[in-house]
């Protein structure tokens, strides 16, 4: 049951080979999300020498768990962009969001994309007064949002907030075939090859196999990035956890939808292979910190059965996403010291477009074009100071559950990033690190960073 639906329906393929030799390139990208592999593209196109490492297997972390929504609505968002960045950095944000739905669009095939509404809904009256601000925004940037109220689902909606044909995909499948496409491209992919030492002065990678890689220039696409201390990046990202189940369903939806007061809820059906699914999304925590996890699903189950009378569930998954403490990702050079390292990173659970934006950003950065939203998703675009307050926090609870944590869960092992007790997750089976987001499988091999050491469950 709780495995992702989107993984679970994904493309036959054969895999990707493990690097078995000491290898050289233009460029190196870790990590084999649709991030990375859009950059691949991307900088294959360019005629850049590529190589993609993935640890385990494309596409099957932050990508193949998300909810699969292609949508610029990032939930409400431009009225705050326009508070904090101004007219011209909101409608960039805007705009280059809706440039990767278009390039998906170019692409996709079958049934990897689908149009759909995005569409926001409050429950409350205090909620429905947020979405007439969020629309003003829309009107001051020249989006096509309809205010108004939509019925199509079972559930009371006092204010809707609609930008019409956005869309949905199948990430697993969307992503597997760009991923064929980079490789068409002159990309080399690489699965089951994890980095377990980086040299960046040295410009060299030290493989779990024993082989090294030698690149110009290095883009970390992992998520939570191994070498983020460089850039303090560490500090400025906080991680969450956020859960998901699918049912079959014969309700196909015109729209896609996500509450802005409470219950947090995100709703959407898909088609695959002829049958139809809903999802049922929410339930969101800060990563690490509940043992108990099963409680969400159970959440979402019962709201599943009793509000949308669907008895057949198939799926239950979760997914984690770091964000920055701006709601704008980290996409360019990691720190003027090392202009020859990048980073894209902290999507704030807006990963499929923003992941593909970010990708051109950096491709443009690398080949030297223009790029308007470089600065805006620039990871050095603010000092430490404005960052301060939640680099704090973030550091008083790594402090708090380093000792708290090894006084009480002193059967727990530790996380081998920065020595932080786990905590057993029994509804994934995973031990989750509270302090920075790590997470590992049952075995205790590496699951998500940014650890890169497994677990001594001895």
Known sequence: ???????????????????????????????????????AYFLAKEGKDVILLEKDT??????????????????????????????DQAKYYYDVNEDAIQFARSFAQDDELKAADSILYSQSRQGSELLRHEMRAYEELGIPGELGRNSELPIHMDTTLTIKDECQIHPVRLGQHLAQLAVEAGARIYEQSDVVLMDLKKRLLSMNAGHEVQFNELVLCTHYPIE?????????????????????????????????????????????????????SGESHQAGMESDTQVHYERLYSDVKDLYNLSTLTNGWSAQDPQTPDLVPYAGIISSSMPYVYISTGYRKWGLSNSMAS??????????????????????????????????????????????GHLTRMSSPICTHMGCRTRWNKADETWDCPCHGSRFRKDGSVLEGPATKPLDLK
């Open 1 to 39: 049951m709780f495995n992702s639906l989107w993984l679970h329906t994904a493309y036959p393929r054969d895999p990707f080979p493990q690097l078995d030799q000491d290898i050289d390139c233009d460029i190196c990208i870790i990590g084999g999300g649709l991030s990375g592999i859009a950059n």
């Open 58 to 87: 494309i596409l099957s972390g932050a990508t193949g768990n998300s909810t699969g929504k292609l949508t610029a609505q990032h939930d409400i968002i431009y009225s705050k962009l326009l508070k904090k960045f101004g007219r």
């Open 228 to 280: 983020a201390l460089r850039g303090l990046q560490i500090m400025k990202l906080s991680v969450d956890r956020s859960y998901l189940v699918a049912a079959e369903a014969d309700m196909p939806l015109h729209g896609q939808y996500i509450a802005i007061d409470s219950p947090k809820r995100s709703i959407r059906t898909a088609l695959i292979d002829g049958q139809s699914y809903f999802l049922l």
């Open 359 to 404: 990708a051109r950003i950096i491709s443009d950065l690398i080949v030297g074009r223009t790029n308007k939203a470089s600065a805006l998703y620039a990871p050095d675009r603010t000092g430490f100071g404005s960052f301060l307050l939640q680099a704090l926090k973030n550091t008083g609870l790594v402090v708090k559950e380093f000792t708290g």
